[in-house]
């Protein structure tokens, strides 16, 4: 792994969870951890309840944008984070991968997001752990 570990985090469409955790761990661990998020299918915007869910502990992510899985963003990332999006990562030698079962928040309000939001932070804040960053 390198100096700066870096973190790749894919859900089908990059518009919830995987966003999520992108933010939450851009917010805890700033410039000290590459972060990256994608989708196998994206979807044109970001969930606005999503959205909404991350305002309300200080994340604005209304900047992000939907991506598309590539497999230079797997090649480039050492920890490869999968949220249901099933076989459609590519799997590289030397890579480590996680897959973090939870709760797809697509067509559903800002009150089923929450903790959904509060699971993602607390998965992330071990992460941030085990690559030995603190925050």
């Not at 919830?16 to 992108?22: E, L």
Request: include cysteine; hydrophobic fraction near 40%; proline fraction near 6%.
């Amino acid at each position: 792994m390198a100096d700066t570990p870096s973190v790749l985090f894919v859900c089908v469409h990059n518009a919830g969870r995987s966003q999520m955790a992108a933010a939450w761990l851009r917010h805890l661990a700033g410039d000290r951890v590459e972060v990256r998020s994608a989708g196998s299918a994206p979807a044109e915007t970001v969930n606005p309840a999503v959205v909404e869910a991350m305002k309300e502990v200080g994340i604005d992510i209304t900047d992000q944008k939907p991506k598309i899985l590539t497999i230079d963003a797997v090649e480039a990332s050492d920890v490869c984070i999968t949220m249901g999006c099933g076989d459609v990562c590519p799997v590289f030698p030397g890579k480590r991968y996680l897959d973090w079962t939870l709760t797809d928040p697509a067509g559903q309000g800002v009150d089923a997001v929450r903790p959904i939001r509060d699971d993602i932070e607390k998965r992330v804040r071990t992460l941030l752990e085990e690559l030995g960053v603190t925050v």
